[in-house]
């Protein structure tokens, strides 16, 4: 099977959302600000429980977030 | 006679410690070779970020820890070369100054641990990805540990074969030494993970 690429649109979703900064939506989905940053710059694929806070917090479904590129 | 013969028999044993220091640093080494292989495994080259990464609390936790076993292991070194592992043991100041360090080493061990377990029970402070890095930390500390103790027991095996026993306070010099390449690895294994993004 390929390797896929994880998109996602997690600083889109964060500007939409009030310009919710890094540090408050590590927070609420209980994880470092670091996993953020990288997440946001798609060097880091969040385990399903974390990518599933993540669509909870913009109110969107996980495909709303995230995207498998083949 | 027995004179005679007790004085061979400490020569015998004087050439056995003599070999065994040299496997000592030999099982230092292969600790030491055994990190830095794993930490070289860890390293992947990847484009430069678009934003500098903020440090986490269990980088800045484990650098404190670096820096601190690293002090300490030189200490404990510095001691060994300057009197021997036979004059670290005969000497009582010296003795009680090795004990210390080595209760230091634990005492900062320990506390480094208790911090780490109270983050590990909160989510913001250590996450996911934290506790990948410390699981191949963990991987990497103990295969750092196994090969350094599989030296020294050969060590030991190679150079009292013929006299049958092991002067005590090598097991001294065998935990210490586990001991160091364990406060050393660990660390050294979180930041490389860190890196590996």
Known sequence: MPKAEIRNRIRRLRFDHGEMTQQALAEQVGCTRQTIVLLEQERYVPSLALALRIAR???ESVEGVFELED | MSQILYVAGDSDMRSAALKVVLWG??????????????VRALRVKSPPLDEPLPATPMQRLSRIGLLAGAVLSAGLV??????GPEGTMEDD??????TLLLLAILGL????????????????????????????SHALRSVAMLVTLAVWLIGLMESYQAEGAVPVYWLYFVFWSVLVVSMLAFPLGILFGYRRS
Do not use: N
């Open chain 1, 57 to 59: 917090v913009f109110g």
């Open chain 2, 25 to 38: 640093i030999a099982a230092l080494t292969a600790g030491l070779a055994a990190t830095a292989l794993g």
């Open chain 2, 78 to 83: 510095a001691l060994v070369l300057y009197f």
């Open chain 2, 93 to 98: 100041t010296v003795r009680i100054g090795f």
């Open chain 2, 109 to 136: 061990f320990g506390l480094l641990s208790l911090r780490l377990s109270i983050w590990m029970r909160r989510g913001d402070v250590v996450d996911e990805r934290d506790r990948a890095i410390l699981s191949g």
